[in-house]
Each structure stands twice: as C-alpha cells, then as structure tokens.
C-alpha cells in the first residue's frame, strides 16, 4: 500500500472558497493599475502644464509685456531661463526694447579711485571694516563729517556711549 492519500486528487473549485481564479485576480489588479498609472500621467501633464503657463506669465510680467504674448512663446520653452532667453531674443517683434545686462556701474584701473569707490559703498551700505589696517585708515580718512566718522568707528551717528 502506497502512503498517497488519493482523496485529494479531484481537489474541485468550490472547495477553495468559490471560483477564485489566480490569474483573473491578477488581471484585475493589472488593470486597476493601468488605469491608475494612466490617471497619474493626466494629472502630470496637467501639473506641467499650469507650472510652464505660471514661468511664462511671471518673465513676461517681468518684462513688463502683455500676457497675451504667452500663445507664440512654443511648447518645448518651459523654463523660466528659457522663457526669459526667448523673450530677450524676440523682444523687437513685440515692441519692446531688449534688456540690456548690466555691468554694475563703470569699472576704473586706478587703484586709488577703486579702493575710494570701496570705502563709499562701505559708508552707503553700513559694511563694516573687515580689521585691515589699511582698509580702516582709508575709512577714517574718507569719512567728510563727524557724523560718518561716528558711524565708522561706534557703529552710530552719535558717538561712544556714556555710560
């Protein structure tokens, strides 16, 4: 005699709880999932799509131009550097001057009239020596007020405080 239980052998649907099929069950989950895969991608687009419009609003409100221009501006230009590029090279056609860069103001070789252009962004700005001796002497020496010469050395316009 065998030791196989035979009785087992006719194993019938019903007897696993109804006719759950396996494969049904995963063709089911497939689909959910591609149709949940097809939602996301719709939502993704959408979201690209609003982020493109907002950067191509702001640069053109930046520009000072009308948002109508936003239709001629092509779909593939969706950065805000990209937008702002094609605007500066298309800013003719639209009737408004194209952005000059700026460099800051003119620069000078002179080494005295630089280091005096330093010491009066230093007066206008509120910067503070940074303990160059020679940076310092040239702060007190440039300073035209007692006001400024407070302001340089006590941080105020007033003097040291007493005490």
Request: aromatic residues 4%.
């Amino acid at each position: 005699m065998s030791g196989y239980n035979w009785e087992n052998e006719d194993f019938d649907a019903d007897e696993r709880g109804g006719d759950d099929n396996p494969i049904k069950a995963l063709r089911k989950i497939e689909r959910e999932q591609k149709a949940q895969i097809k939602e996301l991608q719709e939502a993704l687009g959408q979201m690209k799509a609003q982020v493109r419009e907002r950067s191509v609003k702001d640069v053109l409100a930046q520009n000072g131009l009308s948002e109508k221009i936003a239709k001629f501006i092509p779909d593939d230009i969706t950065s805000a550097e990209d937008v702002s590029a094609w605007v500066s090279e298309n800013a003719e056609i639209f009737g408004s001057p194209a952005p000059e860069p700026t460099t800051g103001g003119e620069e000078t070789t002179d080494p005295d009239a630089q280091s005096q252009q330093r010491i009066a962004d230093a007066m206008t700005s509120g910067m503070t020596a940074s303990g160059d001796a020679g940076q310092m002497e040239a702060l007190i020496a440039a300073a035209n007020s007692p006001e400024e010469l407070n302001k340089l050395l006590f941080g105020n316009t007033t003097g040291p405080s007493v005490v």
